[in-house]
């Protein structure tokens, strides 16, 4: 199971960080990947790890967002940084047996339960 939670409301140019908690699984065996879906909107990648940590960005995230893990706390982490009103969206965690971080989401089959974020201008 996979619990999202960090999310809220921030003023744009701020930050948030978002923690995706497992339990029952052991995160460090899984390729993770954070997806964001913003109202009336499809479902989009945001960003991805691998196992060894190698990592992989949407391009309207990359240098402002970094994903991370920590598997001593069998966690996975999204820092947001300098956000803007078009970040605004529900965040889901999702975790895969892939190799490498897919942008589909259908080649994820755990997903946590998202968390709203939401950037004012």
């Known amino acids: 199971q996979l619990q999202a939670s960090g999310g809220g409301l921030v003023q744009a140019g701020g930050s948030l960080r978002l923690t995706c908690a497992a339990s029952g699984r052991t995160l460090s065996n899984y390729v993770a990947g954070w997806f964001r879906q913003a109202p009336g909107k499809e479902r989009e990648f945001v960003a991805g790890?691998?196992?060894?940590?190698?990592?992989t960005y949407a391009d309207s995230v990359r240098g402002r967002f970094t994903i991370s893990r920590d598997n001593g706390k069998n966690a996975v982490y999204l820092q947001m940084n300098s956000l803007k009103p078009e970040d605004t969206a529900v965040y889901y965690c999702a975790a895969s047996l892939i190799f490498v971080p897919s942008t589909v989401e259908s080649d994820y089959p755990y997903w946590g339960q998202g968390t709203l974020v939401t950037v004012s201008s």
């Open positions: 790890i691998t196992r060894g940590a190698t990592t």
